[in-house]
């Protein structure tokens, strides 16, 4: 017998539960706010909408379904398993977070704040929440396949990620490295920088984005459903044992970017989530290219 569905509910605290937790009181947070030049109503107006959000959905759920939560800063020790349908009560950068621990399983994304948020991730209302789960467990429902970005290292440690990858120092400072294309026949090239980003298309409109102007736009940006990767070195320092001729590329299907460390430690996070990242030492190898998973956004 097959389980029922699960909708796994994800959110976030907001920043009214942030700075009470902070500053202990409703009044001490007016308080604080107060002295920055900001109404402590405005936080709480939207800290409201945000949770009625998540009552709207949680009523939405059919009866016949099980149902469970999950903050943000649990993500990395939440279990979701294959029937679960996972709906996204946030910002679209919740739904980013999200991805890097689901294997294939259908995402709704729901904005709690439209207007105040881009709506990329995010595209439905509350209302919506309903005829959103009927139609993630039907077949033939309307779904995306976001492509997803991974790197793998030389000891199994894997991440995934849905908007970029970055390989670097914690601190972004210089970090060394061997740097090279699979694929294509010439010697790997030791390079020094402040970090490697590889990302996706739907990367696209963030940090990747910002790099690719500073370059000039020169190799087209992908589409998020594109299975195609864009990457960049980060100021690259010339010298006389280190070099700059591969600073930025794409990777298609079966390409893969590889990194050999030269620095004593080495971090490799994905779309944000420094607290959750591999770390890398002398001699280690990496791999990222496309991942094999998807992110499935319901439309």
């Known amino acids: 017998m097959s389980l029922a569905p699960r909708a796994v509910l994800v959110h976030r605290r907001t920043e009214y539960e942030e700075l009470l937790a902070r500053h202990g009181t409703h009044g001490q ?10 109404s402590v109503d405005e936080v709480l107006r939207r800290h409201e909408r945000t949770h009625q959000a998540l009552r709207d959905v949680s009523s939405a759920v059919p009866l016949t379904w099980r149902s469970s939560r999950v903050e943000r800063a649990d993500l990395d020790r939440f279990l979701f398993a294959p029937e679960d349908v996972v709906v996204v009560v946030g910002q679209d950068g919740l739904v980013a977070n999200t991805a890097k621990y689901l294997s294939g399983q259908p995402v709704v994304g729901i904005d709690t704040d439209p ?6 991730l995010v595209r439905h209302r509350r209302a919506d929440a309903a005829a959103l789960l009927r139609a993630a467990t039907t077949a033939g429902g309307r779904v995306e396949e976001l492509t997803m970005v991974e790197a793998v290292a030389d000891d199994t440690q ?7 990858i970055y390989l670097g120092s914690a601190g972004h400072q210089t970090t060394r490295y061997r740097l090279g294309v699979e694929g294509e026949t010439a010697p790997d090239e030791a390079q020094a920088s402040s970090g490697v980003l590889v990302g996706t298309g739907t990367g ?3 940090w990747l984005r910002s790099v690719w102007l500073e370059r000039a736009g020169t190799v087209p940006m992908p589409a998020p459903c594109d299975r195609r990767l864009l990457w960049f070195v980060r100021e690259a320092w010339p010298s ?44 280690q190898s990496v791999r990222l290219g496309i991942a094999d998973t998807s992110l499935r956004l319901v439309t």
């Open 158 to 164: 894997r991440l995934v990620a849905l908007n970029e």
């Open 204 to 206: 696209a409109t963030g």
């Open 115 to 120: 207007g105040r948020n881009p709506g990329v």
């Open 240 to 283: 006389p044992a280190t070099g700059t001729s591969r600073v930025g590329g794409e990777l298609g299907r079966g390409q893969a970017l590889r990194l050999t460390v030269e620095s004593d430690r080495v971090v490799v996070f994905g779309d944000g989530m420094e607290a959750d990242a591999l770390e890398l030492t002398w001699g």
């Open 29 to 38: 947070a007016a308080f604080f706010l107060a002295g920055r030049g900001r």
